[in-house]
Every structure is written in C-alpha cells, then in structure tokens.
C-alpha cells in the first residue's frame, strides 16, 4: 500500500513561539520575505473587561488527496507524488507562471523572489530520507505538529489520529473540499480563513476557449487533408476531373518534362 | 520568348536553407512541446503523449525538465537563425513579405474553388494567381503572424524563471495562453500545408523546387500564371 505522508496537529498545544517557522526557514533556505508555514492566530475575545482564551493554530501546505493547485499546472511541475502522497513541485519544471498560487485555497503557496518559481511546503525531503521528521515538527516545544505516514497504523500520526477517532477537523476551501491532509485534533481556530480557489483568467481562457478550439481547427484541417487524400487515391488519377488545364492535362505536360 | 520547357528560378539558396531549417525546428519544437504539456484539462491527445515522450528523456517530471531545456534552446536557435536570415536575405525578406500580404481580385474565389476541386470535386475556373497562390498566402500569412506570437510568447516564457518579477506572472500566464493558441492553428495549417507540397501530385514540382530553387517554366504559368507574366514584363521575380 502506498504510504499518505500527513500532518496531525493539536493546536491547542501551541504556543505560537514561531519555532516551526523559523526552523523551516533555516532547514530548507527558503528565501527573505517568504514562509512556508505559519502560525494563525484567533485573536482572543474581550467579555466584561476580561481577556478571553486566544487560540493559535500552525499550518503549511495540506498536501490534498485532490489538489486544486495540480488542477491549474499547466506542465505538471507540481503533482501528487504517488508512493507518499505529499504534493510535489519539481523546480526544474515549473516556469514559475504563476497559475498555482491563486488555485491554492490555502494560500501556502507563493513564488519564490529569488528563484522565481512556486515553492511551498515539501515536508523537508532531505531530512526524511536521513531518517528525521520535518524541521518543523523536530523543533516544535509542545509537540503540537505530529508527522507521519497515516496508511501505516503504527506511526505516531496514525495513532494520534485514532485516539481521537471522531474529533479530528480539518480546515476546508470553500465550496471545494480539497481533501487536505492536515488534521487538527478536537478543535481548532481561526476557521473560515480558507478561500475559494481561483485559476488566472488565462488559464480558464486555455482550458475552456484556446484548448478545444485548437482541436477543431487541427481536426476540421485533418479532415480536410483526408477528404483530399481520398480524393486523389480514388479520383485523382482519372480524366474530367476539375476544369481542363489544372487536371490531367498538366498532369500530363509534366509528365514529359520528367522524362526529358 | 524563351522556350516553355526551361527551368525558372524560384527560390534562392537562403531560401531553401531557410526553409529547411525552420522545418526542423518546427519538428523539435513541436513534440518537445507536446512533452511539456501535461495537465488533464490540456492534453490534446490525452496524458500517455508527455508521459511517452517524457519517458524517452528520464520519465516524470525530470524527463520533462529535459524536454524543457531542449525546448528553451532550439526556440532561441530557430528565432536567432529566422533572424539571421532576415539579414542574410533582406531583399527576400521584403519579397515575401509584400507578396503574402497583397491580395488580388479573384484570390477569395481561387480559395473556395480550390477547396472544392480537391476535396468534393468541380467548383470551376481557378482564377490566375500570383507569386504564391491564396492558399499559399494564407498559409503564409499564419506562419508569420503566429510565428511573431510564438517568439514574442516564447521569450517571454523563457525569461519567467529568470528574470521576470512575481508582480508580472499575468503576463505568463497569457503567454502560455497564446503559444498554444498559435501553435495550434499553425499546426492545422501546417498540415495542409505538408499534404499539398508533399503528397498532393498536383505540386510536386513545386516540392522539388524547394530542393532545387527551379520550377518548369510551364508548371510555372499553369499554377503562378501572373508571376510568369510580371517577369515576361521584365520585373524582378523572387531574390
């Protein structure tokens, strides 16, 4: 069975210390100005004069089972990685065109300054292969963030996730269940930040109007070609066909320069 | 008057390398392209294309980052070698250019004739043509127009990775838009264009004269009736 690399998180258990972002930052070299994950924060209620409880919540990308972000690549740079499910981007083959940044309802997405291409959360890959968890979840204080591969039932993902079997939530685009695979345990806050998910104009003009216009005008010109072929295989050859001094008049003056 | 049966310089030699090379670059760049195409709204012959021709240069993505640099270099050869050209052969440049753009009396109706005489049969007198024939203009006409679209498109493209700033990926994404929207209609052009030069018997001479840069001086009056009398009249034919 193929492996589903997921996140389990019990942001109640967080103390928006920021370690995780910045741990990411150092781990992966992301670029000045940019993150991969973050901290939200649900700002605490003020009720006769008391602070009430705030709420922190950390995230990154959700690495969708159906991914809006893979829907709007146009070279398949970015896809879902079928042996552990994470959502990749090679950045050999992302041109940095932008389309994936917007098609994120989550907004882990953006395009890196430096590089000039997407980047985003990619569950530190060099760290996993040496055998540690993300820099994220090995940094953080309170053990809020859990990694692991949750098909396998003995990893610490997936018994965290079923000791708290019908309390799990998840944060969901709007109108589109993405199907992310960042479960928070019991509650969590802020909710309703995530967006709709939205492709570039250009990239609904490609997809709806350009792509299947090519197709017609490239297969009403196939079957023209057709129509042509058959024409000259089954008529072409013989006499009366067209007006005279295009058919097989000409046909036959160049006949004689061919053997001179 | 010089004898029906001798040859007539159509092409020069730049024009036939010309020719030739935009060819093979159009070959390269066209299933290079194909490879670089890999999302299920955009296929056009379905996900097993890329994956065939990614396949060939690694597989998955990195088969596709290969594909992508061959893709990158051969446009900017084909582009610098268009451009040379230009140079090498301005004066055929400007021959060209003024001869696809000027359309005669009677070319509207030599395109639906045409059309009709090759596919269905019949549709009448076939009104003289010039230099190049309407449907040879047409052709033409895409090739340049949609070929300045794929350049500009192509460079700007080329440049997103390297120099051009998050605030301008707009720009990207409709020039990825307009590259595949000119490809694709080049390519329906393209191949009618391959069926009448190549296989259609009618024009084989003018097949040959793409290797030889002659054509029979009576294949000539027969197809380009109003080029062979403006040179009869003494005006200057292709450079």
């Given at each position: 069975m193929n492996a589903k690399l997921a996140m389990v998180i019990d942001s109640a258990k967080c103390i928006d210390c920021k370690a995780c972002v910045a741990a990411c930052k150092q781990a992966n070299g992301v670029s000045r100005g940019v993150w991969r994950n973050w901290i939200k924060e649900a700002v605490p209620p003020v009720e006769n004069g008391k602070l009430g409880r705030g709420h922190?919540?950390?995230?990154?990308?959700?690495?969708?089972?159906?991914?809006?972000?893979?829907?709007?690549?146009?070279?398949?740079?970015?896809?879902?990685?079928?042996?552990?499910?994470?959502?990749?981007?090679?950045?050999?083959?992302?041109?940095?065109?932008?389309?994936?940044?917007?098609?994120?309802?989550?907004?882990?997405?953006?395009r890196d300054p430096v590089r000039r291409i997407a980047d985003k959360c990619t569950y530190c890959p060099e760290r996993r292969a040496a055998g540690l968890p993300p820099a994220c979840v090995d940094t953080c204080p309170t053990k809020a963030r859990v990694f692991g591969d949750i098909s396998d039932p003995n990893s610490d993902a997936a018994k965290l996730l079923a000791a708290n079997q019908g309390k799990v939530v998840r944060v969901i685009a709007k109108q589109n269940d993405t199907k992310p695979n960042m479960y928070y345990i019991a509650s969590t806050a802020p909710d309703g930040w995530a967006v709709k998910p939205v492709n570039p104009l250009s990239f609904d003009a490609l997809s709806q109007v350009v792509a299947p216009l090519v197709k017609y005008a490239v297969g009403l010109s196939g079957l023209g070609v057709l129509a042509m072929l058959g024409r000259q295989l089954l008529v072409g050859q013989k006499p009366d066909v067209g007006t005279p001094h295009e058919g097989p008049e000409k046909d036959k003056k160049e006949d004689g320069h061919d053997a001179r | 008057m010089t004898p029906a049966?001798?040859?007539?310089?159509?092409?020069?030699?730049?024009?036939?390398?010309?020719?030739w090379f935009n060819a093979a670059c159009w070959l390269v760049l066209l299933v290079s392209g194909l490879g670089l195409i890999k999302n299920d709204k955009l296929n056009p012959l379905g996900a097993w294309l890329p994956d065939v021709l990614r396949a060939l240069f690694g597989g998955g993505s990195a088969g596709g980052a290969v594909l992508l640099v061959l893709h990158e270099v051969v446009g900017v050869v084909w582009l610098v070698g268009i451009v040379i050209y230009m140079g090498v052969n301005a004066g055929g440049t400007r021959f060209f250019l003024r001869e696809i753009f000027s359309l005669r009396p009677g070319d509207f109706t030599w395109m639906?004739?045409?059309?009709?005489?090759?596919?269905?049969?019949?549709?009448?007198?076939l009104p003289p043509q010039g230099y190049y024939n309407m449907?040879?203009?047409?052709?033409a006409q895409a090739s340049v127009l949609g070929g300045i679209a794929i350049g500009a498109t192509g460079m700007i493209l080329l440049a997103s990775?390297?120099?051009?700033?998050?605030?301008?990926?707009?720009?990207?994404?409709?020039?990825?838009?307009?590259?595949y929207l000119a490809?694709?209609?080049?390519f329906a052009g393209l191949l009618v264009h391959i069926y009448m030069a190549a296989i259609s018997p009618e024009e084989k001479p003018g097949f040959r004269s793409m290797f030889t840069g002659t054509v029979p001086r009576d294949y000539a009056r027969h197809h380009h009736g109003l080029w062979v009398d403006a040179l009869d009249k003494g005006e200057p034919g292709a450079k």
């Open positions: 922190f919540q950390p995230g990154a990308c959700m690495h969708c089972d159906e991914p809006s972000c893979v829907i709007a690549c146009p070279t398949g740079a970015t896809f879902k990685d079928k042996a552990d499910g994470s959502v990749v981007i090679d950045p050999k083959l992302c041109i940095g065109c932008g389309n994936c940044i917007p098609s994120c309802p989550y907004g882990a997405r953006f | 049966n001798n040859e007539i310089k159509r092409h020069d030699p730049s024009d036939i390398r010309i020719h639906v004739r045409k059309m009709l005489r090759m596919t269905v049969g019949g549709g009448g007198e449907g040879q203009k047409a052709f990775d390297k120099i051009l700033p998050a605030s301008v990926v707009w720009l990207v994404g409709w020039a990825v838009t307009l590259h490809v694709g209609l080049v």
